[in-house]
């Protein structure tokens, strides 16, 4: 069974900083790609950065580029977001996913429908900045 767990939310003050982990497990990690996905009060869910478990390969939407850095360490099934220099609109819950690798990590995570492209979730982790 592939299961997802999220850890490390919290409340932090603008232009603090924050890492997310994400362990997975039930899966073999090179197969998949793994995503963190955000979900605001009221707005869709959107992806924001993606990794390959098969080669590396990261995506970042723009909203985050510069700012925030996917990471794994793969013998402990884990991806991490670091998030650095965070802005009251990253406030959100944040969700770590994953999905079979079968096209490019970047092509499966660009898309507006990602969120539906990606088949296991995990709980989600509140992230709050105050501004």
């Known amino acids: 069974e592939v299961q997802l767990v999220e850890s490390g939310g919290g409340l932090v003050q603008a232009g603090g900083s924050l890492r997310l982990s994400c362990a997975a497990s039930g899966f073999a990690f090179d197969d998949y790609h793994i995503g963190w996905f955000r979900q605001a009060p009221g707005k869709e869910r959107e992806g924001i950065s993606c990794i390959s478990g098969s080669d590396g390969d990261t995506y970042y939407a723009d909203s985050v580029k510069g700012r925030f850095t996917i990471s794994s360490d793969n013998a402990k099934n884990t991806v991490y977001l670091q998030m650095n220099n965070l802005k009251h609109e990253d406030t959100a819950v944040y969700y770590c996913?994953?999905?079979?690798?079968?096209?490019?990590?970047?092509?499966?995570?660009?898309?507006?429908?990602?969120?539906?492209?990606?088949?296991?979730w995990g709980q989600g982790t509140q992230v709050t900045v105050s501004s």
């Open positions: 996913a994953a999905d079979v690798v079968r096209v490019p990590v970047r092509m499966v995570c660009s898309v507006a429908a990602a969120p539906d492209l990606f088949e296991s």
